[in-house]
Nanobody, 122 residues
Framework: QVTLVESGGGLVQAGGSLRLSCAAS????????MGWFRQAPGKEREFVAA????????YYAEFVKGRFTISRDNVKNTVYLQMNSLKPGDTAVYYC???????????????WGQGTEVTVSS
């Protein structure tokens, strides 16, 4: 069992930055790829970024490339999403997810956090 708790969301002006954190519990965390997803009001949930079990590989949605960076610290059992150059379109609830696989992927995430809200003002 893996439990995920997101934090770090808030209100920020366009062009600003936020760092989201996802604290994980579970003995198998280090063997799981991790991902970030988001869901804006009135829109479907969409993939943002993912990272392999050891942090060696990362994959990003096109709309965040060059702005967001995913990382993880397996000693701290935490995955991060550094968000720079934020835009109003980034406003959404951001969810952390764990995939029962050591490699990155877009699907088959088995565990989800409750989300943290990010609001970007224009």
């Amino acid at each position: 069992q893996v439990t995920l708790v997101e934090s770090g969301g808030g209100l920020v002006q366009a062009g600003g930055s936020l760092r989201l954190s996802c604290a994980a519990s579970g003995r198998t965390f280090s063997n799981y790829a991790m991902g970030w997803f988001r869901q804006a009001p009135g829109k479907e949930r969409e993939f943002v970024a993912a990272i392999s079990w050891n942090g060696g590989s990362a994959y990003y949605a096109e709309f965040v490339k060059g702005r967001f960076t995913i990382s993880r610290d397996n000693v701290k059992n935490t995955v991060y999403l550094q968000m720079n150059s934020l835009k109003p379109g980034d406003t959404a609830v951001y969810y952390c997810a764990a995939r029962q696989s050591p490699v990155v992927g877009l699907n088959n995430y088995n565990y989800w956090g409750q989300g943290t809200e990010v609001t970007v003002s224009s």
